[in-house]
């Protein structure tokens, strides 16, 4: 799960998640947000369907210290994802499951 930097809380975010390559087969998306007590505060489940690209906009609370952003393709399914914030971008291209990290600050 590889960590990608920091966003900030209150100020909205942007998660694009391009399905193009997979023509036949959707692809999972869960973002969580995660409390100063370690505790689940939000989790969305969202579905790319096959050949779309999808956007997610969200902003995390003052109590959310990291986003985790799950994305499940289909069995060797290429997927781009990446998310925004203001000037800041973290992108990456990958086969297979990906779990993105974010430290949240205020």
């Known amino acids: 799960m590889p960590f990608m930097g920091k966003l900030k809380q209150a100020t909205?975010?942007?998660i694009n998640v391009?399905?193009?390559t997979n023509?036949?087969?959707e692809t999972s998306v869960t973002i969580v947000k995660i409390n100063r007590r370690d505790n689940i505060a939000a989790a969305e489940t969202e579905t790319v369907?096959?050949?779309a690209r999808v956007s997610f906009t969200g902003m995390a609370g003052?109590?959310?210290d990291r986003l985790i952003v799950e994305v499940h393709p289909p069995p060797n399914g290429t997927v781009?994802?990446?998310v925004r914030q203001a000037a800041t971008t973290y992108s990456d291209t990958f086969v297979g499951d990906r779990?993105?990290?974010f430290n949240l600050v205020s």
Do not use: H, L, P, S
């Open 18 to 20: 391009d399905n193009a």
């Open 49 to 51: 369907a096959a050949g």
């Open 99 to 101: 779990d993105f990290v």
């Open 62 to 64: 003052a109590r959310i």
């Open 80 to 82: 781009i994802v990446d």
């Open 12 to 14: 909205a975010y942007t």
């Open 23 to 25: 023509g036949q087969a």
